[in-house]
């Protein structure tokens, strides 16, 4: 089965700051995907990127952009120039790209608190 | 276009009561997904359903919890008999038709449930 691990509970960046949120996975599969979704206080679940496993180019979205090491099963996410509006609840997820294959796989979160 | 629409926002329920949570999935989405966000965790699928059909319930327990998803009218997730650990949020996430390998997953807001 896969997991994903999020080994980061809380982390905090200044305004402005960049911070990076670390999140890895496993699979023995080859063809997948990973996503970064923002929960705010809200908690509505907000798709902030995707990355599609065989494209080798690491996915960017203005200030967010991953760095995904497939054979570390490593999928970080770099928010640049923090807000405030960025602080929330930040979780990796993982999906199966196969066929027949529905499930989103969540890790447990990382609160990312922004320092103004 | 709405988006995926929950309600209630807000449930509370007293131990061996039921629960009916409802959603309604975006215009042109005929796929419903159930998560269920239990506190410090990720978010953890139960069950994926197309119009009249549950295609995947993996997710779901066994006993008390159903879903449904009529020709007509809203997914409901009915969970019978609630016991103080089905205290949780749920989330509904709706897709279109597939496409290819990659069908992206917009969710609602979640609807918070508190068994007493």
């Known amino acids: 089965a896969q997991t994903v691990t999020q080994s980061q509970p809380e982390m905090s960046v200044q305004e402005a700051e960049t911070v990076t949120l670390s999140c890895t996975y496993d699979t023995s599969e080859s063809d997948y995907y990973l996503f970064w979704y923002k929960q705010p206080p809200s908690r509505q679940m907000i798709l902030v990127i995707r990355?599609?496993?065989?494209?080798?180019q690491n996915a960017t979205e203005n200030r967010f952009s991953v760095n995904f090491q497939k054979a570390a099963k490593s999928f970080s996410l770099k928010i640049s120039d923090s807000q405030l509006g960025d602080a929330a609840m930040y979780f990796c997820?993982?999906?199966?790209?196969?066929?027949?294959?529905?499930?989103?796989?969540f890790g447990k979160g990382t609160k990312l608190s922004v320092i103004p | 276009n709405a988006g995926v629409m929950q309600n209630p926002r807000h449930l509370v329920r007293r131990r061996g009561q039921e629960a009916r949570l409802r959603c309604s999935p975006m215009?042109?989405?005929?796929?419903v997904y159930w998560y269920r966000q239990l506190p410090e965790e990720g978010l953890k699928f139960m069950v994926y359903?197309?119009?009249?059909?549950?295609?995947?319930e993996s997710g779901m327990p066994k006993e008390r919890f159903s879903a449904e998803f009529p020709k007509e009218g809203p997914s409901i997730l009915r969970i019978q008999q609630v016991v103080r650990g089905d205290s949780a949020a749920y989330f509904c996430a709706s897709s279109p038709p597939a496409r290819g390998n990659y069908n992206e997953q917009f969710f609602g807001p979640g609807t918070r449930l508190t068994v007493l």
């Open positions: 359903l197309q119009k009249e059909n549950i295609i995947d």
């Open positions: 990355q599609e496993a065989y494209k080798q």
């Open positions: 997820a993982y999906k199966y790209s196969g066929a027949g294959s529905y499930q989103l796989t």
């Open positions: 215009k042109g989405h005929s796929h």
